[in-house]
């Protein structure tokens, strides 16, 4: 006799292990997940905190090594700016140096006077070896004193005349300009920067002139920024050092002033995407109307 029920599965114990199986797996997943999520949520907070603690710390270097590059930088500056103190405040020494340029007959007092500052010159350039030379000239003559020669040499025999032009359309009373130096006519130009300041007694200016390689492995040695740049406040590039050493593009340069522009009286900070990465960038105000760019890389 034939059976009238439901069949018999043809392999019970087989459909049997598959569904324990796929029990096996979907208690597994929820329990994972159970265990798995509150895990991932603690480490990714965790490296969100991370991540904002990198960041802070970043801006903090920046921050400080910003005003490090300012403080190495100001002390230049600041050496620059006595030399004019000694040959432009003095009344009496100013008469002496412009009777010893127009090469009229001095008294013995200004041959005291003149002896003195070119000693000065000598020592200046002996003990600060980021200071190249030291001019002061007079309008309406034909000869410049200089650290050089330690004495007066005449425009037409005098080899450095690059910063004439700059010095005859500046309406400025005090700036610096980066420019090639050619101090002797038998050596290449040497990159430096100058600083000029027009005298108040006479028409005339002092300028010192500040080795750009030597200035920029002073600043390098106080700050471990990735890059640091100088400028002025037209956007002009004056200096640029740091541990990287590839130049800027000329787009890359573009988006600093911009960012500079955007508040010049507190200047910057924030995340700039230049060509080479992104970078960290604060922007401080320094002297002679210049500014202080450092830059920190993402990859720190």
């Given at each position: 006799?034939?059976?009238?029920?439901?069949?018999?599965?043809e392999h019970p114990k087989k459909e049997l292990k598959t569904m324990r199986k796929r029990n096996f797996i979907k208690s597994f997943l929820y329990y994972s997940a159970i265990i798995s999520i509150p895990i991932l949520t603690v480490f990714l907070v965790f490296l969100a905190f991370v991540f904002q603690g990198k960041q802070r710390e970043i801006r903090e270097?920046?921050?400080?090594?910003?005003?490090?590059?300012?403080?190495?930088?100001?002390?230049?500056?600041?050496?620059?700016?006595?030399?004019?103190?000694?040959?432009?405040?003095?009344?009496?020494?100013?008469?002496?140096?412009?009777?010893?340029?127009?090469?009229?007959?001095?008294?013995?007092?200004?041959?005291?006077?003149?002896?003195?500052?070119?000693?000065?010159?000598?020592?200046?350039?002996?003990?600060?070896?980021?200071?190249?030379?030291?001019?002061?000239?007079?309008?309406?003559?034909?000869?410049?004193?200089?650290?050089?020669?330690?004495?007066?040499?005449?425009?037409?025999?005098?080899?450095?005349?690059?910063?004439?032009?700059?010095?005859?359309?500046?309406?400025?009373?005090?700036?610096?300009?980066?420019?090639?130096?050619?101090?002797?006519?038998?050596?290449?130009?040497?990159?430096?920067?100058?600083?000029?300041?027009?005298?108040?007694?006479?028409?005339?200016?002092?300028?010192?002139?500040?080795?750009?390689?030597?200035?920029?492995?002073?600043?390098?040695?106080?700050?471990?920024?990735?890059?640091?740049?100088?400028?002025?406040?037209?956007?002009?590039?004056?200096?640029?050092?740091?541990?990287?050493?590839?130049?800027?593009?000329?787009?890359?340069?573009?988006?600093?002033?911009?960012?500079?522009?955007?508040?010049?009286?507190?200047?910057?900070?924030?995340?700039?995407?230049?060509?080479?990465?992104?970078?960290?960038?604060?922007?401080?105000?320094?002297?002679?109307?210049?500014?202080?760019?450092?830059?920190?890389?993402?990859?720190?």
């Amino acid at each position: 006799m034939m059976w009238s029920g439901f069949p018999y599965p043809e392999h019970p114990k087989k459909e049997l292990k598959t569904m324990r199986k796929r029990n096996f797996i979907k208690s597994f997943l929820y329990y994972s997940a159970i265990i798995s999520i509150p895990i991932l949520t603690v480490f990714l907070v965790f490296l969100a905190f991370v991540f904002q603690g990198k960041q802070r710390e970043i801006r903090e270097a920046a921050e400080t090594a910003a005003q490090a590059v300012r403080d190495n930088y100001s002390l230049v500056l600041d050496s620059a700016a006595t030399q004019y103190d000694i040959l432009a405040r003095n009344p009496r020494l100013s008469i002496s140096l412009r009777g010893f340029i127009s090469h009229k007959q001095i008294g013995y007092l200004d041959v005291i006077l003149t002896n003195t500052i070119l000693s000065n010159f000598n020592s200046l350039t002996n003990n600060a070896p980021y200071i190249a030379s030291v001019y002061y000239y007079l309008d309406g003559y034909d000869s410049i004193l200089t650290s050089d020669t330690g004495g007066t040499t005449r425009l037409s025999q005098f080899s450095d005349l690059s910063w004439k032009d700059s010095y005859d359309h500046s309406d400025e009373d005090e700036w610096l300009e980066r420019r090639e130096m050619h101090q002797y006519s038998y050596t290449q130009p040497v990159p430096v920067l100058t600083y000029f300041k027009k005298l108040s007694m006479f028409k005339g200016v002092v300028m010192v002139n500040i080795y750009e390689e030597q200035l920029k492995q002073l600043i390098n040695t106080s700050s471990q920024l990735d890059r640091f740049f100088i400028l002025d406040k037209d956007g002009n590039f004056l200096l640029q050092g740091g541990a990287q050493t590839a130049q800027l593009s000329p787009e890359d340069k573009d988006l600093l002033v911009s960012r500079l522009e955007q508040s010049p009286d507190d200047a910057y900070r924030g995340w700039v995407d230049l060509s080479r990465g992104k970078y960290y960038v604060r922007i401080i105000p320094a002297d002679c109307g210049t500014y202080i760019a450092a830059c920190i890389s993402h990859s720190n």
